[in-house]
Nanobody, 125 residues
Framework: QVQLVESGGGLVQAGDSLRLSCAAS????????MGWFRQASGKEREFAAV????????YYADSVKGRFTVSRDNAKNTVYLQMNRLKPEDTAVYYCAARVPSGSGYLSPDNYNYWGQGTQVTVSS
């Protein structure tokens, strides 16, 4: 059983940076793959980034590759999403999610077991 709480969202201008945090409850954080998803108004939730249990492997959506960096600190039960050179099209509610690793499937929200409440990121131009 995992509870997730995101923080760090806000209103910024294009080109600025934000770092999102996701704090997890429980004692089994290090056993989960952690993903970041985002959902813009009127659109479906989409994959943004994922990090494996040890933090040794990361994957990114093409839309954020080179600008976003996902990391985790298992000692603090926290995963981060560093977002640089933000664009207006990055505006969305950002969610962190956890899943038990089971082969492939990190791209789909349906394959994640636990979700945070989301944090709003708004990028103005």
């Amino acid at each position: 059983q995992v509870q997730l709480v995101e923080s760090g969202g806000g209103l910024v201008q294009a080109g600025d940076s934000l770092r999102l945090s996701c704090a997890a409850s429980g004692r089994t954080f290090s056993t989960y793959t952690m993903g970041w998803f985002r959902q813009a108004s009127g659109k479906e939730r989409e994959f943004a980034a994922v990090i494996t249990r040890s933090g040794g492997t990361t994957y990114y959506a093409d839309s954020v590759k080179g600008r976003f960096t996902v990391s985790r600190d298992n000692a603090k039960n926290t995963v981060y999403l560093q977002m640089n050179r933000l664009k207006p099209e990055d505006t969305a509610v950002y969610y962190c999610a956890a899943r038990v690793p089971s082969g492939s499937g990190y791209l789909s929200p349906d394959n994640y077991n636990y979700w945070g409440q989301g944090t709003q990121v708004t990028v103005s131009s």
